[in-house]
């Protein structure tokens, strides 16, 4: 058998490889709109994966196929394309572009052993893309960039290699260097003149793909000319990352380095993440077979991208967290495995993409399945063996049968009811775990209402599916405000959330305003009587009690006093007298919201031998709390959040700014690596309801913030009269 070969399937035939080393895991990352899904169409041209005339159906790309998104005309979700190039296997990760879907994104990352990054010539590169830069450039995942819509008017391809230069090379200016120039057909209308062809700066040969198929020819002269400098300062890039010391002296003393030579240390250069070139790439033309630079980048991914070999051995523990040795990518080494996408196919149910990093994955074997238990994010705890069902590797809607999936392979496995992504999956008599891969922290609440009573059946198990699919999504059930919250990344988040319950799991939601958690308390000492007296025949019902109410430190919440002397009130009745202040406190006694950090102390009262009972006195206690609460002065508390946004230098100023106008009080700044400061402050929570959006506009999308939370604290009084309005309102 060959490095790849092909498996008859129901759905079609699938690609597998029978050695990590045929395998190379590639992501693609760029903002959103930047041609992702276009280029991974045009790769899958190339390679034959999919014919011109079948390769888009009702309006899909191979890798946006989910209904969604159709409808958004954009990606929201990891999708996986396998194509084979020169015996080869290339899992090609497609991720979304929009920072809502980051999850989706950090997934990508974690399965990939390099990164493509995608800019657009026209769009340039957003404070997104560098910041996944930084990341990839601190784990040294290898790394490529690729220039797209090379035809729109305003497009110039020169230009953005030197942008690119300035912002992905500032460490090491000569680590990103472009290994072909494009070459120009005559110019439109527009004065635009397409790009038809490249010319390698290495090999000094021509590769026109003015005819729709690709062409190698040599330059001529005014060609050769174009490249001179440029494939100079590619070579010294090239001998600088050399293991070979003596290359550059020779180079310098007039040497003509050997072709083989340079290829050589490139590939292993950008395999080991120091040096990333720049490439270029359009999707095909009408009647065209292969889209310009689609073979050159095939061909690099394949000589220069990693083999899952080169990726560092894996740590995984025992499920009791206890230590066990590293593995590494061996088909025939303990199988581990990860879940890095989760989820629902109409027909299938559950579906699990997965990482094979350790051992062969094989169909209809029972697995051991080890969570790492996200109960803060609403997610079931779960450390269970379980069968797996079919093998499949995916294609667009397709899912194409295998027969196994070693090491350094990805693939799907139904039926895992009970896996979640994230998940490590390992032999049930060697249970292991992998430790979880960074997930951003949903920080925008979705309160959300069933729509029906047969919406409110269907919902929980609804939700639990949805959050089993999406760790960057949290479900809260709020003890304080009685809401139902969906903890999301960004307001497009939230509309796929629901569109997917509404689609997906025939929940139909409706979303509500976001309640923060406000407490009462008093400001002043005060004194209340309650007095519930009634006769109507027979047992009637007898209770007096007389309080005093002061207001304690902050944190102190309720503490109550009997000073009652001779009996006025009757030892077994001074529990029910609590009971009624307790009660009447946990309802709230000006807006409805709970009072905390009060001392009630029961002074007097007076009971009647027959008609005073526990009811009476619960009553009259709490009718004493609502008396005292008429004469005082109720303070509303509101919380109050600890805030860490980090964010570029240049956004500091209208940061803090921003946080000034929300009643926030900036505690302190610090350095959080070159060129990012992280600003420290105190902010009521009720102020950045809608924080993790509108620090997106402010940072322009470059800005991140953790939050905590910190104490509650009186609310201002104009403020907080207009809580008691809204509250009477809504009585």
């Given at each position: 058998m060959g490095a790849t070969s092909h498996q008859a399937g129901a759905a079609g035939r699938a690609l597998t490889a029978d050695r990590p080393s045929s395998i190379r895991n590639v992501v693609l990352v760029g903002h959103s709109g930047s041609g992702k899904t276009t280029l991974v169409e045009a790769l899958a041209l190339t390679a034959g994966a999919v014919n011109r005339a079948g390769r888009v159906e009702d309006g899909a790309t191979i890798s946006d196929y989910d209904e969604i998104e159709h409808r958004r005309q954009r990606s929201v979700q990891l999708s996986l394309v396998p194509v084979e190039w020169g015996g080869i296997k290339i899992n090609i990760l497609d991720t979304p572009g929009y920072a809502d879907f980051v999850g989706e994104l950090r997934a990508g990352l974690r399965a990939a052993d390099a990164a493509l990054f995608v800019v657009s010539a026209s769009d340039g590169i957003d404070g997104a893309t560098r910041m996944v830069w930084d990341e990839c450039e601190a784990v040294g995942m290898p790394r490529a960039i690729v220039v797209t819509h090379l035809e729109a008017a305003r497009s110039d391809y020169t230009q953005?290699?030197?942008?690119?230069?300035?912002?992905?090379?500032?460490?090491?200016?000569?680590?990103?260097?472009?290994?072909?120039?494009?070459?120009?057909?005559?110019?439109?209308?527009?004065?635009?003149?397409?790009?038809?062809?490249?010319?390698?700066?290495?090999?000094?040969?021509?590769?026109?793909?003015?005819?729709?198929?690709?062409?190698?020819?040599?330059?001529?002269?005014?060609?050769?000319?174009?490249?001179?400098?440029?494939?100079?300062?590619?070579?010294?890039?090239?001998?600088?990352?050399?293991?070979?010391?003596?290359?550059?002296?020779?180079?310098?003393?007039?040497?003509?380095?050997?072709?083989?030579?340079l290829v050589d240390d490139l590939e292993r250069a950008v395999a080991r993440g120091t040096f990333h070139p720049v490439l270029m790439a359009a999707p095909a033309g009408d009647g065209a077979r292969q889209g310009l630079g689609t073979v050159e980048l095939l061909e690099l991914v394949t000589g220069g991208f990693p083999t899952p070999l080169e990726r560092a051995a894996v740590t995984v523990t025992r499920p009791d967290g206890s230590a066990r040795p590293e593995v590494t990518c061996d088909p025939a080494g303990p199988l581990v495995a990860e879940v890095v996408k989760t989820s629902s196919d109409p027909y299938v149910g559950r579906v699990s993409l997965v990482r094979v990093f350790s051992g062969t994955l094989k169909p209809e074997e029972t697995v051991h399945v080890s969570g790492h238990g996200l109960a803060d994010r609403g997610h079931e705890d779960h450390d269970v063996d379980e069968r797996i069902g079919t093998l499949t590797a995916p294609f667009g809607k397709q899912q194409r049968a295998l027969t196994r999936c070693i090491a350094g392979d990805l693939a799907c496995v139904a039926k895992l009811t009970r896996a979640e992504t994230g998940d490590t999956l390992s032999a049930k008599d060697d249970p292991l775990l992998m430790a979880p891969w960074t997930m951003p922290d949903p920080l925008l609440p979705l309160a959300i209402e069933a729509h029906s009573k047969a919406d409110e059946d269907k919902l929980s198990q609804g939700l639990a599916r949805l959050v089993a699919e999406d760790p960057t999504m949290r479900l809260e059930q709020n003890p304080h405000t009685h809401q139902v919250v969906l903890w999301c990344l960004g307001e497009a988040h939230q509309d796929v959330a629901l569109e997917r319950l509404r689609t997906r799991y025939g929940v139909q939601v409706d979303p509500v305003p976001h309640k923060v958690s406000l407490r009462e308390t008093f400001g002043v000492k005060a004194a209340g009587r309650g007095r519930h007296v009634k006769q109507s025949g027979g047992h009637g019902q007898f209770a007096i009690c007389e309080i005093e109410v002061e207001p304690l430190p902050p944190g102190s919440g309720i503490e109550f006093v009997d000073k009652v002397v001779g009996g006025a009130v009757p030892r077994q009745f001074i529990p029910s007298v609590e009971k009624g202040v307790r009660g009447q406190a946990a309802r709230g006694v000006a807006a409805g919201y709970p009072l905390v950090d009060v001392r009630i102390t029961l002074l007097d009262g007076k009971a009647h031998s027959v008609d005073s009972s526990d009811a009476a006195f619960q009553t009259a206690g709490a009718l004493a709390l609502r008396e005292a609460a008429a004469e005082a002065r109720i303070d509303l508390l509101e919380p109050v959040a600890e805030?860490?946004?980090?964010?570029?230098?240049?956004?500091?100023?209208?940061?803090?700014?921003?946080?000034?106008?929300?009643?926030?009080?900036?505690?302190?700044?610090?350095?959080?690596?070159?060129?990012?400061t992280r600003v420290r402050a105190e902010i009521p929570e009720i102020e950045i309801g809608r924080y993790a959006v509108e620090l997106r506009s402010v940072s322009h999308g470059t800005g991140r913030f953790a939050r905590a939370y910190a104490r509650h604290e009186p609310m201002p009084p104009q403020i907080a009269e207009k809580v008691r309005e809204q509250a009477e309102k809504g009585s």
């Amino acid at each position: 058998m060959g490095a790849t070969s092909h498996q008859a399937g129901a759905a079609g035939r699938a690609l597998t490889a029978d050695r990590p080393s045929s395998i190379r895991n590639v992501v693609l990352v760029g903002h959103s709109g930047s041609g992702k899904t276009t280029l991974v169409e045009a790769l899958a041209l190339t390679a034959g994966a999919v014919n011109r005339a079948g390769r888009v159906e009702d309006g899909a790309t191979i890798s946006d196929y989910d209904e969604i998104e159709h409808r958004r005309q954009r990606s929201v979700q990891l999708s996986l394309v396998p194509v084979e190039w020169g015996g080869i296997k290339i899992n090609i990760l497609d991720t979304p572009g929009y920072a809502d879907f980051v999850g989706e994104l950090r997934a990508g990352l974690r399965a990939a052993d390099a990164a493509l990054f995608v800019v657009s010539a026209s769009d340039g590169i957003d404070g997104a893309t560098r910041m996944v830069w930084d990341e990839c450039e601190a784990v040294g995942m290898p790394r490529a960039i690729v220039v797209t819509h090379l035809e729109a008017a305003r497009s110039d391809y020169t230009q953005m290699t030197t942008v690119c230069g300035e912002i992905f090379g500032a460490e090491d200016p000569d680590a990103v260097i472009p290994l072909y120039l494009p070459l120009h057909g005559p110019a439109g209308p527009d004065g635009h003149a397409p790009v038809t062809g490249l010319l390698g700066l290495l090999s000094q040969r021509v590769y026109d793909y003015s005819s729709g198929e690709r062409v190698e020819r040599d330059p001529d002269p005014a060609e050769l000319a174009l490249i001179a400098d440029a494939r100079s300062r590619l070579i010294e890039g090239i001998i600088a990352e050399s293991e070979d010391e003596s290359l550059m002296d020779r180079y310098l003393g007039g040497e003509d380095i050997d072709i083989k030579t340079l290829v050589d240390d490139l590939e292993r250069a950008v395999a080991r993440g120091t040096f990333h070139p720049v490439l270029m790439a359009a999707p095909a033309g009408d009647g065209a077979r292969q889209g310009l630079g689609t073979v050159e980048l095939l061909e690099l991914v394949t000589g220069g991208f990693p083999t899952p070999l080169e990726r560092a051995a894996v740590t995984v523990t025992r499920p009791d967290g206890s230590a066990r040795p590293e593995v590494t990518c061996d088909p025939a080494g303990p199988l581990v495995a990860e879940v890095v996408k989760t989820s629902s196919d109409p027909y299938v149910g559950r579906v699990s993409l997965v990482r094979v990093f350790s051992g062969t994955l094989k169909p209809e074997e029972t697995v051991h399945v080890s969570g790492h238990g996200l109960a803060d994010r609403g997610h079931e705890d779960h450390d269970v063996d379980e069968r797996i069902g079919t093998l499949t590797a995916p294609f667009g809607k397709q899912q194409r049968a295998l027969t196994r999936c070693i090491a350094g392979d990805l693939a799907c496995v139904a039926k895992l009811t009970r896996a979640e992504t994230g998940d490590t999956l390992s032999a049930k008599d060697d249970p292991l775990l992998m430790a979880p891969w960074t997930m951003p922290d949903p920080l925008l609440p979705l309160a959300i209402e069933a729509h029906s009573k047969a919406d409110e059946d269907k919902l929980s198990q609804g939700l639990a599916r949805l959050v089993a699919e999406d760790p960057t999504m949290r479900l809260e059930q709020n003890p304080h405000t009685h809401q139902v919250v969906l903890w999301c990344l960004g307001e497009a988040h939230q509309d796929v959330a629901l569109e997917r319950l509404r689609t997906r799991y025939g929940v139909q939601v409706d979303p509500v305003p976001h309640k923060v958690s406000l407490r009462e308390t008093f400001g002043v000492k005060a004194a209340g009587r309650g007095r519930h007296v009634k006769q109507s025949g027979g047992h009637g019902q007898f209770a007096i009690c007389e309080i005093e109410v002061e207001p304690l430190p902050p944190g102190s919440g309720i503490e109550f006093v009997d000073k009652v002397v001779g009996g006025a009130v009757p030892r077994q009745f001074i529990p029910s007298v609590e009971k009624g202040v307790r009660g009447q406190a946990a309802r709230g006694v000006a807006a409805g919201y709970p009072l905390v950090d009060v001392r009630i102390t029961l002074l007097d009262g007076k009971a009647h031998s027959v008609d005073s009972s526990d009811a009476a006195f619960q009553t009259a206690g709490a009718l004493a709390l609502r008396e005292a609460a008429a004469e005082a002065r109720i303070d509303l508390l509101e919380p109050v959040a600890e805030l860490a946004v980090l964010i570029p230098d240049e956004y500091v100023g209208p940061v803090m700014s921003d946080l000034a106008g929300r009643r926030g009080r900036v505690v302190g700044t610090d350095q959080a690596g070159q060129g990012r400061t992280r600003v420290r402050a105190e902010i009521p929570e009720i102020e950045i309801g809608r924080y993790a959006v509108e620090l997106r506009s402010v940072s322009h999308g470059t800005g991140r913030f953790a939050r905590a939370y910190a104490r509650h604290e009186p609310m201002p009084p104009q403020i907080a009269e207009k809580v008691r309005e809204q509250a009477e309102k809504g009585s």
